[in-house]
């Protein structure tokens, strides 16, 4: 079982939708929790972190249920600079502590 | 002030050949961290040096190594490459060993023919 499972998506959304996306945790003993995103053929840049209490920030609210080991990011009014892949990211990783990426999961918004 | 920086950016080796990536950290940053993103999957982590040693490793095989150098510039090699070694290498640098704050470079972008 991966560490971080996320949809893979594609997502293809109109612009104006609320889009929302899941990521499941297996190591009970992370502590920090992101969203990262990812353009295309780029690195991935700190989108938010995510707190039990929920964040915003934004257009963007990010949810963390530590019980479930469950992580979520919804996103309002899509633009379409919103195009990207969205990377649900844990810390630490074993004794690593390294961050842990789940596979991504990408967003289209059309016009 | 500059960010990560990485060479080459992009690269075309074949199978069997040898591979090195480069990495400078932002200034002061003593960590460096390496991972690999293949097509379609997120970064995996690779490892993790710090002070000049070896801190962290991913579940690599022995063909994957690493340095740091006294200015905490960095080096990943990687032998006998083979097609399933085609990814982009994303280099991390940070200010502490134990953090997620993490700044990444554009990465290198390796083809293995």
């Known amino acids: 079982r991966k560490e971080v499972e996320q949809d893979p998506g594609p997502f293809n959304v109109p612009e104006g939708a609320t889009v929302a996306f899941n990521c499941t945790y297996s190591?009970?003993?992370?502590?920090?929790f992101f969203w990262y995103r990812q353009d295309c053929r780029k690195e991935p840049k700190l989108l938010m972190s995510?707190?039990?209490s929920g964040n915003e920030d934004g257009r963007f609210t990010a949810q963390l249920n530590r019980a479930s080991q469950y992580i979520s990011l919804l996103i309002r009014d899509s633009k379409l600079s919103d195009s990207a892949t969205y990377l649900c990211?844990?810390?630490?990783?074993?004794?690593?502590?390294?961050?842990?990426f789940g596979s991504g999961t990408q967003l289209t918004v059309l016009p | 002030d500059a960010g990560v920086t990485q060479s080459p950016t992009h690269l075309i080796k074949t199978r069997g050949q040898h591979v090195t990536l480069r990495c400078s950290p932002i200034?002061?940053?003593?960590?460096v961290s390496w991972y690999q993103q293949v097509l379609g999957q997120g970064p995996q982590f690779i490892f993790q040096?710090?002070?000049?040693?070896?801190?962290g490793r991913g579940n690599f095989p022995d063909r994957f190594s690493a340095r740091q150098f006294p200015n905490y510039s960095s080096e990943l090699n990687v032998n006998a490459l083979l097609l399933g070694d085609s990814a982009l290498y994303l280099c991390?640098?940070?200010?502490?060993?134990?953090?997620?704050?993490?700044?990444f470079g554009p990465g290198t972008r390796l083809t293995v023919t």
């Open positions: 040096y710090y002070e000049k040693e070896e801190r």
């Open positions: 190591n009970s003993a992370s502590q920090s």
């Open positions: 991390a640098s940070s200010l502490l060993r134990d953090t997620y704050e993490q700044y």
């Open positions: 200034s002061g940053h003593k960590s």
């Open positions: 990211v844990v810390y630490p990783s074993g004794s690593a502590r390294q961050l842990t």
């Open positions: 995510v707190y039990s």
